[in-house]
T-cell receptor, first 114, second 111 residues
Framework: KAGVTQTPRYLIKTRGQQVTLSCSPISGHRSVSWYQQTPGQGLQFLFEYFSETQRNKGNFPGRFSGRQFSNSRSEMNVSTLELGDSALYLC?????????????FGAGTRLSVL | KNQVEQSPQSLIILEGKNCTLQCNYTVSPFSNLRWYKQDTGRGPVSLTIMTFSENTKSNGRYTATLDADTKQSSLHITASQLSDSASYICVVPTGANNLFFGTGTRLTVIP
């Protein structure tokens, strides 16, 4: 069974641009969560999608948005990039919605904002 | 306030030696506690998951303990190998939708 796949692995953008990251969950998994990881802050929850609906949201500005498609694949978009958005963005999938379900993480997308 | 704290922040040990990483949590209500290993440039991988009733759980050379009374967990690594060099993250879920992450312990195993 293939794991969680995130594309691209690396991305370099400049301030003010926007970016879209992609996540393909494990086959059969219906929930996809997104996290931002920085050296100082550790892992921070962005949002969770289940059945194409955002079910839970972390404390991030509206520049961060996402969506989920009918095949459970998910995309995350960041508009008007800032230097502080440089981070590793991780996607995790689980069978069902909610924190009690075990999450399986992808390798992440390393975003650098110049 | 729900919080997960890990110590030490970083640790350097010689190959073959044992080490213990600590996790203290104030998350309530408690359902389970998870330890993840994250290699540099990779996503976290689950090592163990412990529920309220479990005191000890092993996964090869990794042994996790849980004291639900003192709200402490430890991850003991036996006979360390170079491949154990990674960050170890403690995660505690609560309620329906919230996951609380520790900031991790960065372990470096040197030959």
């Amino acid at each position: 069974k293939a794991g969680v796949t995130q594309t691209p692995r690396y991305l370099i953008k400049t301030r003010g641009q926007q970016v879209t990251l992609s996540c393909s969950p494990i086959s059969g998994h219906r929930s996809v969560s997104w996290y931002q990881q920085t050296p100082g802050q550790g892992l921070q929850f962005l949002f969770e999608y289940f059945s194409e609906t955002q079910r839970n949201k972390g404390n991030f500005p509206g520049r961060f948005s996402g969506r989920q498609f009918s095949n459970s694949r998910s995309e995350m978009n960041v508009s008007t990039l800032e230097l502080g958005d440089s981070a590793l963005y991780l996607c995790a999938s689980s069978l069902n919605q909610g924190a009690k379900n075990i999450q399986y993480f992808g390798a992440g997308t390393r975003l650098s904002v110049l | 306030k729900n919080q997960v704290e890990q110590s030490p922040q970083s640790l350097i040990i010689l190959e073959g030696k044992n080490c213990t990483l600590q996790c203290n949590y104030t998350v309530s209500p408690f359902s389970n506690l998870r330890w993840y290993k994250q290699d540099t440039g990779r996503g976290p991988v689950s090592l163990t998951i412990m529920t309220f009733s479990e005191n000890t759980k092993s996964n090869g050379r990794y042994t996790a303990t849980l004291d639900a009374d003192t709200k402490q967990s430890s991850l003991h690594i036996t006979a360390s190998q170079l491949s154990d060099s990674a960050s170890y993250i403690c995660v505690v879920p609560t309620g329906a939708n919230n996951l609380f992450f520790g900031t991790g312990t960065r372990l470096t195993v040197i030959p």
